[in-house]
């Protein structure tokens, strides 16, 4: 069965700063990792999508990479800002039916 | 993007008492899930849901406790029922769009008492 874990837990940062969230998944077997915000009260917001066949995805200040094989995928942040706050969820679909299982996620302060 | 709009955005029910949630697409799509946010919990999906077909559920959850509507490709509802506290939860429902990605409504902060 596969699980999804994220690492750190949560994280507080000075504005500016570059930084890195971890997602690790049990079954290398996926089909589509996404990255997604999530604000209070506003749903999730997909950030980036990598396809299995993908190394890395790229918008703006963000950049999703994943490696299958070792059943990771790191979301990095650069030069990160006050709006950034939000907790980050990556999640997996392994059959590429969009049935995706989630990770727990990372809540991200970035202090002004 | 797909734009859901989802509501009730929020509400208090009373236990054994049900709350049927809708999730409204302004555009035409083959699949709306729905997934169930515990306090502290990240989200696990319910059930999917087709027009036209009954919807599909997850390990763990049954039709009798939460049952799906779809009557047509832009709307479907979702039914709480027979409420207890340990169904206090954000109910979100999503949409596959363009791209592959996954599109979610704002949720709805379901609390029983």
């Known amino acids: 069965k596969q699980e999804v874990t994220q690492i750190p837990a949560a994280l507080s940062v000075p504005e500016g700063e570059n930084l890195v969230l971890n997602c690790s998944f049990t079954?290398?077997?996926?089909?589509?990792l996404q990255w997604f915000r999530q604000d209070p009260g506003k749903g999730l917001t997909s950030l980036l999508l990598i396809q299995s066949s993908q190394r890395e995805q790229t918008s703006g200040r963000l950049n999703a990479s994943l490696d299958k094989s070792s059943g990771r995928s790191t979301l990095y942040i650069a030069a990160s800002q006050p709006g950034d706050s939000a907790t980050y969820l990556c999640?997996?679909?392994?059959?590429?039916?969009?049935?995706?299982?989630f990770g727990t996620g990372t809540r991200l302060k970035v202090l002004a | 993007s797909a734009v859901i709009s989802q509501k009730p955005s929020r509400d208090i029910c009373q236990r054994g008492t049900s709350l049927t949630i809708q999730c409204q697409v302004d555009s035409q799509v083959t699949m709306m899930f729905w997934y169930r946010q515990q306090p502290g919990q990240s989200l696990t999906l319910i059930a999917t849901?087709?027009?036209?077909?009954?919807?599909?559920?997850e390990s763990g959850f049954v039709i009798d406790k939460f049952p799906i509507s779809r009557p047509n490709l832009t709307f479907s509802t979702l039914t709480v029922s027979n409420m207890s506290p340990e169904d206090s939860s954000i109910y979100l429902c999503s949409v596959e769009g363009r791209n592959e990605k996954l599109f979610f409504g704002s949720g709805t902060q379901l609390s029983v008492l």
């Open positions: 849901a087709n027009q036209g077909s009954e919807a599909t559920y």
């Open positions: 999640a997996v679909d392994t059959s590429g039916t969009y049935k995706y299982i």
């Open positions: 079954d290398s077997a996926i089909y589509n």
